[in-house]
């Protein structure tokens, strides 16, 4: 039988009206490489992976296409995905390319309408151990980004079971901890630039590290923290949710940490809805995302929380419409305010968006 997305049963939209800036999705065109692979038989895919293969073109039309599926998504925010680099010039340099391919989306699309935004914040990558030399390729990126450039990712996720992160392990174990990244990292704050962090749930200790040490520099946890359910973490999940849980308190305390509640569709995560035939509906999501949504809440508060839709990687388990029912959902019983900054207030804040 082959692999294919789960399609999503129906379901009406929950409060259409509350404005949503979804703070975390992707952009990239694959299909001339996985056009070239087929022609060659390939070994069974990683998870992650499968959900790339099978996504191979998520553009703009793609973007306007799920934001407009019923929800009010009024903004979003780009976030790097090693998309269209530069292939010339100096290494340091190329993932520019990133920031300017989308920046010539924008400028050649008609995504964009009244009352919605598409990438109004763009994060790129940069390496930061190249240290106080990575200036440099942060003033291309706000060069190229024309005024919506606003971060930088450099992914620190490592497992020392390859298998965990599959075709993704290629992180050290201490990337925070480097001297010479962190010499890049003190390059972000002077320029008002954020730091997107995707780590694994064992190395939350180092964000908490990096927070504390630059205090100053907005950082953002990616997906809460990754928590871990597959090879050598598999049927260890309940285990770890305490472990988890005294991380993200300990993180919480360190006012410049935000986080972003949604990755939970992820095959790190291994969760039952992921590529589940049939589709799970936004009310199962919600069930199996809860404990980790709810614990992130109570530590960080609203104002510290965002709901991100992680697309097209999230599409594992589903549609964008109903991966926002979900949200919805879970945040039910939140008040006005707390539901405005879940839904579009901190990310609007976090990544100072005119929205």
Request: negative net charge; charged residues 20%.
């Amino acid at each position: 039988m082959s692999l294919a997305l789960p399609e999503s049963p129906h379901e009406d939209i929950l409060e259409p009206g509350l404005a949503i800036i979804d703070p975390h999705h992707h952009l990239w065109d694959h299909r001339a490489f996985y056009a070239a692979q087929a022609a060659t038989p390939q070994p069974k895919a990683h998870g992650f992976a499968d959900v790339v293969r099978l996504s191979p073109r998520y553009l703009l039309d793609e973007l306007a296409a799920d934001t407009r599926s019923g929800h009010r998504v009024v903004a979003t925010v780009f976030v790097e995905c090693s998309s269209a680099y530069r292939r010339e010039g100096p290494p340091a340099l190329r993932p520019v390319g990133e920031t300017e391919f989308v920046h010539a989306l924008l400028s050649q699309s008609t995504a964009a309408s009244e009352g919605f935004q598409p990438c109004a914040g763009i994060v790129g990558h940069a390496d930061l151990t190249l240290g106080t030399a990575v200036a440099e390729v942060l003033q291309a990126h706000i060069a190229a980004g024309g005024g919506r450039f606003r971060g930088i990712r450099h992914t620190g996720a490592h497992d020392a079971d390859r298998a965990v992160l599959g075709p993704l392990s290629r992180t050290p174990a201490d990337l925070f901890s480097s001297p010479d990244f962190r010499a890049g990292f003190a390059q972000l704050g002077p320029l008002g630039l954020s730091f997107d962090a995707w780590v694994l749930e064992p190395q939350l200790p180092q964000v908490t590290s990096l927070a504390q040490a630059f205090p100053g520099t907005s950082i953002v946890l990616d997906h809460v923290g990754t928590p871990l359910g597959v090879a050598s973490y598999a049927g260890r999940r309940d285990e770890r949710f305490a472990v988890w849980r005294q991380h993200l308190i300990e993180l919480a305390a360190c006012p410049n940490v935000s986080v972003k509640l949604g990755g939970l569709a992820m095959p790190f995560v291994n969760l039952p809805s992921w590529m589940a035939q049939p589709a799970a509906g936004s009310e199962q999501l919600a069930r199996e995302w809860r404990p980790y949504i709810e614990a992130c809440i109570e530590a960080f508060g609203a104002a510290r929380c965002m709901f991100e839709s992680n697309f097209p990687v999230d599409r594992g388990v589903g549609s964008y419409a109903t991966v926002w029912n979900a949200f919805k959902r879970l945040a039910a019983g939140a008040s006005a305010d707390d539901k405005q900054a879940l839904f579009s207030g901190t990310a609007s804040r976090v990544y100072r968006l005119a929205v």
